[in-house]
């Protein structure tokens, strides 16, 4: 089945301790990107990659890490996190390398930093 | 800089009647403007899209038009449903090809 998985779904963390949520896509597409999902303010771009070792910052990068070694796999990272960063957090791909094409998107990962 | 208002944040009908969710976008230069749906528990997942040669669009019991001019797009959903019942977000591709989302409706279709 063509999809895009995150792990973990859920996760609760305490201030300061690394995390790293991983997205996986099995469609072959060239394009992925992170968005966080805050009441009232929508769908926010974090980071997104046009292919494999080309990443850039989306409208929301701080506090936030990327990387892109294989087509498949665009792994969110959190070096130090802080509560802000408390949110709802989705992965996409899409088909092209450009970034506004149909995107298709995770199940979403539900951040708690105490 | 880029924004994409969406209204109403809110919107409750009944079971067979209309729902209406507008959009505004501030970038003249966009070009495409897709709608996403996300129910709950889920990823959002695109519905309808309409690009800025065309003025509307239409799926079965959703419509979308668009008017360039005042630069604002709707979505419409006849007849609607309890399956309709979702959080809606539009978006607007701007210059620089980004995806810019509104800040979502929360669709609620009572039997």
């Known amino acids: 089945e063509a999809q895009v998985t995150q792990n973990p779904r859920y996760l609760i963390t305490v201030t300061g301790k690394k995390l790293t949520v991983t997205c996986s896509q099995n469609?072959?597409?060239?394009?992925m990107s992170w968005y966080r999902q805050d009441p009232g303010l929508g769908l926010r771009q974090i980071y997104y990659s046009m292919n494999v070792e080309v990443t850039d910052k989306g409208d929301v990068p701080e506090g936030y890490k990327v990387s892109r070694k294989e087509k498949r796999n665009f792994p969110l990272i959190l070096e130090s996190p802080s509560p802000n960063q408390t949110s709802l957090y989705f992965c996409?791909?899409?088909?092209?390398?450009?970034?506004?094409?149909?995107?298709?998107f995770g199940p979403g990962t539900r951040l708690l930093v105490l | 800089g880029e924004n994409v208002e969406q209204h109403p944040s809110t919107l409750s009908v009944q079971e067979g009647d209309s729902a209406v969710i507008k959009c505004t976008y501030s970038?003249?230069?966009?070009?495409?403007f897709p709608w996403y749906k996300q129910e709950l528990g889920k990823g959002p997942q695109l519905i309808i899209d309409i690009r800025s040669n065309v003025g509307e669009k239409k799926d079965q019991r959703i419509a979308v038009t668009l008017n360039k001019t005042a630069k604002h797009f709707s979505l419409h959903i006849t007849e609607t449903q309890p399956e309709d019942s979702a959080v809606y977000f539009c978006?607007?591709?701007?210059?620089?090809?980004?995806?810019?989302f509104g800040q979502g409706t929360e669709l609620s279709v009572k039997p």
């Open positions: 996409a791909s899409s088909p092209s390398g450009r970034p506004a094409e149909t995107q298709y």
């Open positions: 970038d003249s230069a966009s070009n495409y």
């Open positions: 469609m072959n597409h060239e394009y």
């Open positions: 978006a607007a591709r701007g210059q620089g090809g980004k995806l810019i």
